[in-house]
Antibody
């Protein structure tokens, strides 16, 4: 069965960096585009980034553009989110999600990992 | 302010029907597939409806989706207390080249 397991969350000071990982299993990872979506405490879903199947195309929300980098290693079935220059407003649960057919829907989601940006 | 507009909350009694609207524009809903997500309290979102009106395996036919022009609607019939959740619409925005979500609608089954 499809499984997505995020890791790497934690407490980090403003201005610092953190890298999230999402380990995928149960499907051919290299055949699917992947997303990162976040949810601040008590708030709605906010899309963060999308990467194509082969990693050649990447798209970002304006709120993270220039600070966050999405990447993937298809040989390791793993998705990454490198987060630099973190701000308090980046505090959220970060989910990775599979795109069923690029840009149409997010059909499987991980359980999420909490990132807290605080001094 | 979300690109897609949803009502903040809806409510209905058990057994009744409810609809949740999602309004957008020609750059998103008007020209792309809409999907809907259910987020039960304390859990990750789950795909409920995709390609405007299709249900993934395991989703009961009490849940339905439709799209007309630049708006989409999620319908839930035979409401159960277990349907209490937050519901989000989502689609690709071709102008922004980003995925966009609605602000979410909290469903209360009275």
């Amino acid at each position: 069965q499809v499984q997505l397991v995020e890791s790497g969350g934690g407490v980090v000071q403003p201005g610092k960096s953190l890298r999230l990982s999402c380990a995928a299993s149960g499907f051919t990872f290299s055949s699917y585009a992947m997303h990162w979506v976040r949810q601040a405490p008590g708030k709605g879903l906010e899309w963060v980034a999308l990467i194509s199947k082969d990693g050649s195309n990447k798209f970002y929300a304006d709120s993270v553009k220039g600070r966050f980098t999405i990447s993937r290693d298809n040989s390791k079935n793993t998705l990454y989110l490198q987060m630099n220059s973190l701000r308090a407003e980046d505090t959220a649960v970060y989910y990775c999600a599979r795109d069923q057919t690029t840009g149409t829907n997010l059909d499987y989601w991980g359980q999420g990992t909490l990132v807290t940006v605080s001094s | 302010q979300s690109v897609l507009t949803q009502p903040p909350s809806v409510s209905a009694a058990p057994g009744q029907k409810v609809t949740i609207s999602c309004s957008g524009s020609s750059s998103n809903i008007g020209n792309n597939y809409v999907s809907w997500y259910q987020q039960l309290p304390g859990t990750a979102p789950k795909l409920l409806i995709y390609d405007n009106n299709k249900r993934p395996s395991g989703i009961p036919d009490r849940f339905s989706g439709s799209k007309s022009g630049t708006s989409a609607t999620l319908g839930i019939t035979g409401l159960q207390t277990g349907d209490e959740a937050d519901y989000y619409c989502g689609t690709w925005d071709s102008s922004l080249t980003t995925w966009v979500f609605g602000g979410g609608t909290k469903l209360t089954v009275l």
